[in-house]
C-alpha cells in the first residue's frame, strides 16, 4: 500500500483596483438605496402615526409625529362613518342578496338606501352622475366568445 503525501496551498487572488477608481461604490449605491427607501416610507409612517392621534393632535400646529395616546378607535369610528362595506358586492356575497321571485337578482346604484328590506341589494352611489364598471374575473367561456350579455342598466327617477 503506498501513501500519497503532499501539500494543499490555497491561493487567493486579490481584486486588485484601477487607478483612478474607487471601490466605494458599493457603500455609496447601498447609501442611496437605503436613502431612498427611507424617503418612501416616511408618508406611510406619518399616515399610520396620523391614524392613531386625536383630532386635536391631527389638527395641532405644530404637527407631532408621535400621538400623545394612541387612539384605536378611530379605525372602528372611520369603518362606521362611511358604509365601506357597501361599496362592494361580489360572489361570496351572493348568498346574503335578495332574490326577486324569478331568482334573478335586482342592485339598487343610488345614492339613498331603498330601505331596509332591500339594502342589501344596495350600492352606494354618488348624488349626481357617476360611471359604472362590470368587471368579470375568470371569465366563463360564454362572456369571452359574445354570448353572455351584460345586464341592461335600468335607470328609474324616484318619485316622492
Not at 68 to 94: C, H, K, V
Not at 101 to 116: N, R
Request: glycine share 6%; charged share 15%.
Amino acid at each position: 500500500m503506498t501513501a500519497v503525501t503532499g501539500e494543499m496551498t490555497r491561493t487567493r487572488t486579490r481584486r486588485t483596483v484601477a487607478p483612478g477608481t474607487s471601490s466605494a461604490w458599493p457603500y455609496v449605491l447601498f447609501a442611496i438605496l437605503a436613502g431612498t427607501a427611507v424617503i418612501t416610507l416616511i408618508p406611510i409612517v406619518w399616515m399610520i402615526l396620523t391614524a392613531l392621534k386625536t383630532s386635536a393632535e391631527v389638527n395641532a400646529d405644530p404637527p407631532t409625529w408621535i400621538p400623545q395616546t394612541l387612539r384605536w378607535g378611530n379605525f372602528r369610528d372611520a369603518w362606521n362613518f362611511a358604509p365601506f362595506g357597501r361599496y362592494l358586492i361580489n360572489s361570496p356575497m351572493e348568498p346574503t342578496l335578495i332574490r326577486d321571485a324569478d331568482g334573478g337578482i335586482t342592485l339598487y346604484v343610488q345614492h339613498e338606501s331603498p330601505g331596509k328590506d332591500t339594502e342589501p341589494n344596495w350600492l352606494p352611489a354618488p348624488n349626481g352622475p357617476f360611471f359604472m364598471v362590470l368587471r368579470l374575473y375568470w371569465p366563463q367561456p360564454d362572456a369571452l366568445d359574445g354570448r353572455w350579455k351584460a345586464p341592461l342598466l335600468v335607470e328609474r327617477i324616484a318619485t316622492q
